[in-house]
């Protein structure tokens, strides 16, 4: 019992310090009142994230799961609201938001009218985060192709590199502790996207090559 919670601290310091990536981008967006070609969909998709493993968290009574969850969803909201200020055309931000709403609207009927059994409710609850968790952690591969095109690794984040693959890291070993395979099983992409990224990281270590 010790040893869960003494990594579920860990995995709160580093799963926090990976939300606040945004951060940085936030600060530029309000002071410029420019999105500088920030995409708007990351902070949605993530927030969404947040928003169904804060829902499984509160069915496992699983409190690392809350928190965590509950400060993301916060810092991404900020996100999106500095955005919508900043941006000068809203319709797209907008119109992905009212998709969001649908959908995490959509999955919330379906869990409490649909489903009827708490058991099978929680399944699908971990099996809907399980599969954007994935998605988020394996959609960044598609900048490995502008690196390895322009030998350059100017467009991946070093430090949100780095602090995924201790978060991914972590998650994946708490699953293992809890014997949560919806906890565990969906950080995997994340440890394997981080070191792909680490390896560029060494691979092309100056800022571009001629």
């Known amino acids: 019992m010790e040893e869960i919670e003494v990594v579920s601290t860990v995995c709160l310091v580093f799963t926090l310090c990976m939300f606040s990536a945004g951060i940085p981008d936030c600060l530029k967006m309000w002071r410029t009142r420019s999105t500088q070609n920030i995409p708007f969909l990351p ?3 993530t927030c969404i994230n947040n928003l169904i493993w804060l829902y499984y968290g509160l069915w496992q009574q699983d409190s690392t799961l809350i928190i965590v969850n509950a400060v993301g969803a916060v810092l991404q909201s900020i996100c999106m609201f500095t955005y919508m200020v900043a941006s000068k055309q809203k319709i797209r931000p907008m119109s992905q938001i009212l998709v969001g709403v649908v959908v995490l609207t959509t999955l919330y009927l379906y869990l ?3 489903i009827t059994s708490p058991t099978v409710l929680v399944d699908r609850l971990g099996l809907a985060g399980a599969g954007i968790t994935m998605l988020m952690y394996t959609s960044p591969m598609m900048e490995l192709v502008t690196v390895v095109r322009t030998k350059s690794t100017r467009s991946i984040s070093r ?3 780095v602090a995924t693959f201790f978060a991914s890291s972590l998650w994946f070993y708490y699953g293992y502790l809890l014997q949560d395979l919806y906890v565990q099983v969906p ?3 994340g440890i394997i996207s981080s070191i792909v990224r680490l390896y560029f990281f060494w691979r092309y270590p100056g800022e571009k090559l001629a």
């Open 159 to 161: 430090p949100l590199t």
């Open 112 to 114: 409490t009218i649909v």
């Open 187 to 189: 950080n995997l992409p």
């Open 43 to 45: 902070f949605l998709v």
